[in-house]
């Protein structure tokens, strides 16, 4: 496996675009299409929050269908809390593209990021529609990255290549979303995070759900910015076959091998998007080792991530490393605290329960003004792991969430 350039158009087949179409009141490029020559399987992942956005229960229903062709997105909007109109919207989107690339309307889904609450305007998607198609190519993978965020600083990209028999696979992504940030995406069988993926894997749609589950728990679903579900998250894959390896149908080596590939990608997209997280100064890895489970291990490493205390106190470089241990121990994980390790980098902070021998604040403090702050807990209770990601709580985090809809 090894990483290459690219994003959503870096796997064979892919092209995209993005334009502005008038939602944005910065004027900024608002509406990006990925779009696949040939149709595809897909499998996609949507957030559990009950208070679901128009976009997604649509795509909820396209899902179902047996192969897609391409993935319509606006920013500035979220289309949620529109009741049936923002429905309806939702729905125009896809016929609007379907219409504009001679497809059915199922073989379309659907995305939208912004503010809630505000009616979208789809008249002006439905005009630009027409350019948007018109300039879709193999070089839009950065206007599709750079189109879907919203107060996101950068664009965020990543693609690898990876072996399976004699073919080589291509994987790409782009995502976006900085605030509202703390996803639980429930993959579907048959401010906000976005993350799309475009791969030229032979793959059955099975399969493919199958894959994306285990990525996006590893991956997407371990991160947190504020520990606020958003309407949208969404997690898409496309799998158009132009690889042309053997059709992956069951879970054999070239499955785990492809996994390993969709895994380490996702993971990169959602360092970037913890590390952009709003006002964010600090990106913060978070390790939990020794669970008696994996789930147990996940619960505990995002309990310390969403740890407004501990965020606060990443930011000031205070190595307040007590608001780890209270974290862990209000995470409803059964575990003994008196055998419980933690470290601050690679300086061991407690030891079985107590102030570890040695440890040094000042120099704990030295390790808190860096920019990738890591830090380890060992629960000693299994042979189980699991890694999470956030970033510090700055002052400009408040200043951006108190005028975000102004």
């Known amino acids: 496996m090894i990483v290459v350039k690219g994003g959503v158009t870096a796997a064979k087949g892919f092209l995209a675009n993005g334009v502005k179409a008038g939602i944005k009141k910065s004027g900024r490029k608002d509406l990006a299409l990925l779009y696949s020559e040939v149709p595809c399987a897909a499998a996609a992942s949507f957030t559990t929050n009950r208070f679901e956005a128009s976009p997604v229960k649509v795509s909820r229903l396209h899902i179902k269908s047996k192969m897609h062709q ?36 199922h073989e379309i889904l659907v995305a939208s990021t ?11 998607i439905e005009k630009s529609m027409a350019g948007l198609v018109r300039g879709l190519s193999k070089r839009g993978a950065g206007e599709f990255a750079e189109t879907i965020m919203t107060t ?9 290549k990876v072996k399976l028999g004699s073919s080589i696979v291509t994987i790409g992504g782009a995502c976006k979303g900085v605030g509202m940030v703390y996803p639980a995406m429930k993959t579907e069988r048959h401010a906000t995070m976005l993350a799309f993926l475009a791969t030229d894997a032979s793959i059955s749609k099975r399969m493919l759900e199958e894959a994306l589950t285990e990525a996006v728990a590893d991956s997407f679903n371990m991160i947190s910015v504020d520990g606020d579900m958003s ?40 360092r970037m998007l913890a590390a952009d997280g709003e006002g964010a100064t600090k990106l913060v890895e978070i390790k939990v080792t020794g669970a008696g489970s994996k789930e147990d291990a ?9 740890s407004n205390l501990l965020k606060c106190a990443i930011f000031g470089e205070d190595p307040n490393w007590g608001r780890v241990a209270a974290a862990c121990g209000s995470a409803g994980v059964d575990f003994d605290p008196d055998k419980t390790d933690i470290y601050l980098g690679g300086m061991k902070a407690l030891s079985n329960g107590a102030i ?28 189980h792991s699991a890694t999470a990601w956030t970033c510090d709580f700055s002052k400009e985090y408040v200043a951006i969430n108190s005028e975000y809809s102004t």
């Open 152 to 160: 996101d600083t950068v664009p965020k990209e990543f693609a690898v």
């Open 298 to 306: 996940a619960v505990v490493a995002r309990k310390i991530s969403t």
């Open 231 to 270: 309407t949208n998250d969404t997690c898409f894959i496309l799998a158009n076959g132009l690889a042309g390896n053997e059709k992956i149908t069951k879970k054999d080596r070239h499955y785990i091998e492809f996994v390993k590939a969709l895994k380490f990608l996702s993971s990169n997209l959602a």
């Open 356 to 383: 570890a021998k040695g440890y040094s604040k000042d120099r704990a403090r030295k390790f808190f003004k860096t920019k990738t702050v890591q830090i380890t807990v060992d629960l000693k209770s299994g042979k």
């Open 70 to 105: 391409a993935i319509i997105v606006n920013s500035g909007n979220a289309n949620c809390a529109s009741g049936k109109d923002g429905d309806s919207k939702a729905a125009r989107m896809a016929a609007s593209a379907a219409k504009a690339m001679d497809l059915a309307r």
């Open 114 to 124: 912004g503010i809630i609450g505000v009616p979208l305007p789809v008249e002006r």
